[in-house]
């Protein structure tokens, strides 16, 4: 009898809570999804970094330099987006974050790797831009490589005095981080991913909370306007984020030595924009969410993309282009490459307009479809 009475207990609340799960739409897709995304992401992602926007001056202009630049893109880690004869067009390029690498070959390239006297070599220079390690010690290896490659083939191919000196070298230049610290290249990113989580998971609560309370209802039935009162609650924690970002970059600065090279106020206007693109999302996720619980889970499935897609962690370039798209619309991304250009690489504004662009069209899209969406909550 006690056995029968245990028994219709356990089947009379597991069909309760079956009921309740299935019913907890939100919460059932984000158990789902969030486990699915990441087993997409970590199977899909390939570190190997290929087709790294290269930038190549060719001060030869013969066959010699031009073969050269076929052999750059059949590595497959180069991949050649202007010839120029230009040496400032390429740091410029790197720069502005359109270049990872810049090939300079000198005017005397293809002589002297014809001749291959001794004392005299077919040089070039590679600068790579080091605000990004991993495409930097990719690249790198690759250019070692592909001198290696050359000079054997040079070695089998003549005898003598001349064959045993290299007829090939590469002179590699780190820009920006030629000690590859770590610090350099993590600190500035991890700026907008703090900033982003703090934003939105913030945000996403507070209508809830109000709702939860009771407060909401109090709010509306007062002459406050329902924009207002929108506004009223994205400002405070936009100067707590404003705030914590400047706790962020004096730590960076001052205890892990971290050099700031570009303009600090466009830095901290980029940051308000970038601020209200996520304080955006965080309303939007309060007002579709029923719980505190419920809302922080929705946020968790934009936080997670923006951590893994923005190119924080893992290079763009191995990403399939799904999830490339996907990340080029994340607020996160475009900030990212801000920090890093401006703190890294002394970046300006013309120098990061698509990316400045970008966030500015995120950030007015976000805004709109909060206010969109806080409108039909509270009429």
């Known amino acids: 009898m006690r056995l029968n009475a245990i028994w219709d207990s356990f089947i009379a609340v597991m069909r309760k809570e079956f009921v309740h799960v ?16 990441q087993l997409i992401l970590f199977g899909f992602l390939d570190q190997t970094v290929r087709h790294v926007p ?23 880690t180069f991949h050649v987006v202007r010839v120029t004869s230009d040496p400032g067009e390429a740091r410029e390029r790197i720069i502005q974050g359109r270049a990872k690498v ?4 000198p005017p005397r390239f293809g002589a002297a790797r014809a001749e291959a006297s001794p004392g005299e070599h077919a040089s070039i220079l590679v600068l790579i831009d080091g605000s990004d390690s991993v495409v930097s010690s990719q690249a790198l290896a690759a250019v070692n490589g592909l001198a290696a490659k050359l000079n054997l083939e040079a070695l089998t191919e003549r005898v003598g005095a001349a064959a045993a000196e290299p007829a090939f070298d590469a002179h590699p230049i780190i820009l920006f981080n030629p000690s590859g610290r770590t610090a350099n290249y993590i600190i500035p990113g991890l700026v907008a991913v703090l900033l982003q989580i703090v934003a939105t998971l913030l945000t996403a609560v507070a209508i809830v909370r109000e709702r939860e309370k009771g407060t909401l209802e109090q709010l509306l039935v007062t002459p406050v306007h329902p924009l207002g009162l ?23 600065r001052f205890a892990f030595s971290v050099p700031i090279r570009g303009n600090l106020l466009f830095l901290f206007a980029m940051a308000v924009v970038y601020l209200f693109a ?13 719980t505190q619980a419920q809302a922080q889970q929705m946020s968790q499935l934009f936080i997670l993309p923006s951590i893994f897609l923005s190119g924080y962690i893992f290079p763009v370039s191995g990403l ?48 709109g479809l909060s206010v969109r969406q806080f409108q039909k909550v509270t009429a």
């Open 22 to 37: 299935l019913r907890d739409r939100a919460t059932l897709m984000a158990a789902l999804s969030i486990p699915l995304f």
């Open 320 to 367: 399939p282009w799904p999830l490339y798209a996907i990340g080029r619309i994340l607020p996160a991304t475009h900030m990212v490459e801000i920090m890093r250009g401006v703190v890294l690489r002394g970046a300006g504004l013309m120098d990061l307009l698509p990316n400045v662009l970008a966030l500015l069209a995120l950030s007015a899209a976000l805004l």
């Open 102 to 105: 810049g090939v300079v070959l």
């Open 54 to 76: 290269t930038v190549v001056v060719d001060q030869d202009r013969t066959s010699a330099s031009r073969e050269l630049v076929e052999q750059l893109e059949a590595t497959e």
């Open 230 to 252: 929108m506004l009223g609650k994205l400002v405070p924690y936009l100067l707590l984020g404003m705030g914590e970002m400047t706790l962020i970059l004096l730590a960076m």
């Open 278 to 290: 996520l304080l955006s999302l965080g309303l939007f996720v309060s007002t579709r969410a029923k």
